[in-house]
């Protein structure tokens, strides 16, 4: 408390990540900060439950148990004060069950940091580089969103500087984000105009989870004090590419080694990488629903979208679902191309660590790697094309929703099902158009 007083802080924004990987949050006053840790901050459960148009979900443990609480307490040892907010720092939350003290169920944070116990079961340490995309939005009054690209400058891509970005928001985001000590390294402007992407470096899963999350949050918020939107939606216009999540994954051994590498092995990878990456394509599907986790983001798929929709690997092949970058020694890794921006990054990081672990056990090698350019339907499965699909192979996948956990498999589908409802209920502009006037 001295400390942040002598900073200047007089307010600590505690956040924690819901069920879809939105910021949950309170300030809390720091002369109220020793109570919030010792007591926590009440919260109610079904937060994890609310869609974002507020509709309260009737998953289990949330309307019928009486809309009980969670406690969340401060983790001040992720305390880091927000350099556009004066007098603010703000730390992740920790959530538990008031009734037993352990974890909230439906808590994202924590199913990662179960997955990753039983990795340490095995002697690995999963480490993981987060890759987002976003689209940066300004307000179009009489439009039939409200938003426009911001710029909407075309055939941009791998671009900095004014010419895409003529009033300097990824500079200023870059500079945010580093203040932030989120770890970032590079940022450009993407394909389509109006996209950026950033990326942060590698680290140990949990705390590459944790930045993918308050990195995102934060974007967010920066493009808000603006009066603008950041999206992370996986396709906010049909005219356009999507937006990926893509994570490189790397496992240290137990004295600290890179367990994917192995000069000797096939492709210059360890037998660990190779089960590791039979593992993603045996999963692959299930793994879909929490890697493209809305209606929207199998929008992202098609031939010709570098976005994959067919379940197969490749040596540096960007065509491919799961890449194997060029890089060998400690730079040994596997990057799975099949998650969107929209994806929680913890649900996105503890699928993907949990479908590698699967193919560990299991010892199997994966099949032959693509050659050429991929979304061939004759040499691939084809991943699930919608989330309803995708909700049905991650029940059916006991092996993976086993390891993840079937209270939370369960909240998370009970969830996302009420989604595809919603949706299937909806009528959009489209149909209007299509059909009104002739039919």
Known sequence: ???????????????????????RARDVLVDHLPSAREHGLAFCRAVYHTSPQGDVVPVAGGIDAGLPDVTVR???????????????ATCLGEV?????????????????????????????????GPELEYFLLEPAPGTPTGWRRAPETTGAVYTAGLRADPDNHLLRTLRHLRDLNLGVITGNHEFDGGQYEINLTHSEALDAADRAFRFKAAVKELARKEGRLATF??????????????????????????????PAGAYGLSAVARHAVAGIVA?????AALANPTVNSYKRFGPDTLAPWLIDWGLDNRSAMVRIPPERGSGARV????????????????????????????????????????????????????????????EADTALTDLLGKGFTSSFLT??????????RHVTDWEFTEY???L
């Open 335 to 394: 990057e799975l191309r099949l998650g969107d921006a929209g994806a929680n990054p913890y649900l996105l990081v503890a699928g993907t660590i949990a479908a590698a672990l699967l193919g560990i056990q299991a010892g199997e090698e994966p099949p032959a790697p693509l050659e050429g350019y991929g979304y061939d339907t004759a040499r691939a499965a084809v991943l699930p094309r919608d989330l309803s699909a995708a909700l049905d192979a991650l």
């Open 283 to 287: 999963h692959a599907p299930a793994l």
């Open 96 to 128: 538990t069950d008031p009734a037993t003290g352990a974890p909230a169920p439906e808590s994202p944070r924590d199913l990662l940091r179960a997955v990753l116990a039983r990795c340490s079961e095995q002697g690995l340490r999963p480490v993981i």
């Open 74 to 88: 401060p983790d001040l040892s992720t305390l880091a004060v927000l350099p556009w907010e004066p007098g603010v």
């Open 415 to 424: 969830y996302k099902r009420n989604e595809v409802e919603r949706f299937q």
């Open 436 to 438: 009104a006037y002739h």
């Open 1 to 23: 408390m001295e400390r942040l007083t002598a900073e200047g802080v007089d307010v600590v924004r505690v956040i924690y990540p819901d069920l879809i990987g939105t910021d």
């Open 233 to 262: 939606m996986a396709k906010p216009y049909g005219d356009a590419g999507g937006s990926g999540f893509h994570l490189h994954l790397s496992c240290d051994d137990a004295e600290g080694h890179n367990a994917f590498d192995d």
